[in-house]
T-cell receptor, first 113, second 114 residues
Framework: NAGVTQTPKFQVLKTGQSMTLQCAQDMNHNSMYWYRQDPGMGLRLIYYSASEGTTDKGEVPNGYNVSRLNKREFSLRLESAAPSQTSVYFC???FGQGGDTQYFGPGTRLTVL | GDSVTQMEGPVTLSEEAFLTINCTYTATGYPSLFWYVQYPGEGLQLLLKATKADDKGSNKGFEATYRKETTSFHLEKGSVQVSDSAVYFCALSPLSGTASKLTFGTGTRLQVTL
């Protein structure tokens, strides 16, 4: 089992470009999450999906959109990237409506020039 | 809103030293509390958790006790190893017994030297 996978691992964008970060899990979990990690800020929740077909905003949703494509996949889209979106992005999953543990992917390091 | 405050790092210790990383929280109700660890270049991994007051979470020699009276969940280890060098995050979930919508502290970097 791969667990939680994220693609790509690294990406460099120019301001204004768009891209989609992909997350897939083979753990049969219902809940999926997108976080960003910035120095001195810890992890902050961008969006989450409690179950297939539902998505909700987290703490810092501005500039992002998400799609819960099916139970396995949860993508994060930047429509017009800005330097402030330079960060490391983590996807996580949990069993049920929250489970008792979140499982994290390896992260995507994004730089916006 | 909910918040988690961790001691600032980095924390530098010699191998076999005693470790304490302080964590306090602000939340309504009865949150669940977690410690996650992030090794260089990797995602976060759950280290331990506690879901109700006075519970003690433990794993790999690390321990933390859920203290509701002091709203704290301090991480301790009696004898650290070089392999424990990592960033440690304290987190809470507002719903008892779940890991939904985690709020994280800023992380504490631990460096262990020989």
């Amino acid at each position: 089992n791969a667990g939680v996978t994220q693609t790509p691992k690294f990406q460099v964008l120019k301001t204004g470009q768009s891209m989609t970060l992909q997350c897939a899990q083979d753990m049969n979990h219902n809940s999926m999450y997108w976080y960003r990690q910035d120095p001195g800020m810890g992890l902050r929740l961008i969006y989450y999906s409690a179950s297939e077909g539902t998505t909700d905003k987290g703490e810092v949703p501005n500039g992002y959109n998400v799609s819960r494509l099916n139970k396995r996949e949860f993508s994060l889209r930047l429509e017009s990237a800005a330097p402030s979106q330079t960060s490391v992005y983590f996807c996580a999953t949990a069993f049920g409506q929250g489970g008792d543990t979140q499982y994290f992917g390896p992260g995507t390091r994004l730089t916006v020039l | 809103g909910d918040s988690v405050t961790q001691m600032e790092g980095p924390v530098t210790l010699s191998e076999e030293a005693f470790l304490t990383i302080n964590c306090t929280y602000t939340a309504t109700g009865y949150p669940s509390l977690f410690w996650y660890v992030q090794y260089p270049g990797e995602g976060l991994q759950l280290l331990l958790k506690a879901t109700k007051a006075d519970d003690k979470g433990s794993n790999k020699g690390f321990e933390a006790t859920y203290r509701k009276e002091t709203t704290s969940f301090h991480l301790e280890k009696g004898s650290v190893q070089v392999s424990d060098s990592a960033v440690y995050f304290c987190a809470l979930s507002p719903l008892s017994g779940t890991a939904s919508k985690l709020t994280f502290g800023t992380g504490t970097r631990l460096q262990v030297t020989l």
